[in-house]
């Protein structure tokens, strides 16, 4: 049974740029969720999918954004990349919205 | 606004020693659940020990278990024998249930190594 799934693993972008991220759920999973993970601290909540729809969102600006596919996968899209937008990129999923959430191995974007 | 306080930035313990981590969080509703995870140098977020606030039984999880205060807000983590792989970013987690959805508030990490 696969675990949450993320790619890339690592990405260089520079100021400016657009970047897509990709997540696909645990099996059995259709929650998704995306956190930020600056260096040195916990993560930040930035939305979660379900049923294709953003059903919660943090604290970011328009610049970030998602989408769910049927499969129940996500992409998360950033916009107009900030220095400050360098992390890791935590996907996360669970069955339904009120279980444990499970978490992938992260994707490490840094801007230039 | 929940928040969830980690007051250890760093910790370091003997193998087969115990450690406690501890944890404070702040939140004025009733249905929600804490969680411990676990971040090893691979960056993978992995999940330790989970308490339902309902439950007054601390929870267990072989040489992981909890010491859940409700009243007092405090849910710290107890290691016991502990051992080379469990050094790792610890964090403290809370999850308030509600038909909003479910996010995970996440404290600013304990950073534990385990010494041979």
């Known amino acids: 049974d696969a675990g949450v799934t993320q790619s890339p693993t690592h990405l260089i972008k520079t100021r400016g740029q657009q970047v897509t991220l990709r997540c696909s759920p645990k099996s059995g999973h259709d929650t998704v969720s995306w956190y930020q993970q600056a260096l040195g601290q916990g993560p930040q909540f930035i939305f979660q999918y379900y049923e294709e729809e953003e059903r919660q969102r943090g604290n970011f600006p328009d610049r970030f954004s998602g989408h769910q596919f049927p499969n129940y996968s996500s992409e998360l899209n950033v916009n107009a990349l900030l220095l400050g937008d360098s992390a890791l990129y935590l996907c996360?999923?669970?069955?339904?919205?009120?279980?444990?959430?499970?978490f992938g191995p992260g994707t490490r974007l840094l801007v230039l | 606004a929940q928040t969830v306080t980690q007051s250890q930035p760093e910790m370091s313990v003997q193998e087969a020693e115990t450690v406690t981590l501890s944890c404070t969080y702040d939140?004025?509703?009733?249905?929600?659940?804490l969680f411990w995870y676990k971040q090893p140098p691979s960056r993978q977020m992995i999940l330790v020990i989970r308490?339902?606030?309902?439950?007054?039984q601390n929870a267990t999880e072989n040489r992981f278990s909890v010491n859940f205060q409700k009243a007092a807000k405090s849910f710290s983590l107890k290691i016991s024998d502990s051992q080379l792989g469990d050094t790792a970013m610890y964090f403290c987690a809370f999850i308030n249930f509600n038909n909003a959805g479910n996010m995970l508030t996440f404290g600013g990490g304990t950073r534990l190594m385990v010494k041979p």
């Open positions: 308490q339902e606030a309902y439950k007054q």
């Open positions: 996360a999923s669970s069955p339904d919205t009120q279980e444990t959430q499970y």
């Open positions: 939140t004025s509703e009733s249905n929600y659940y």
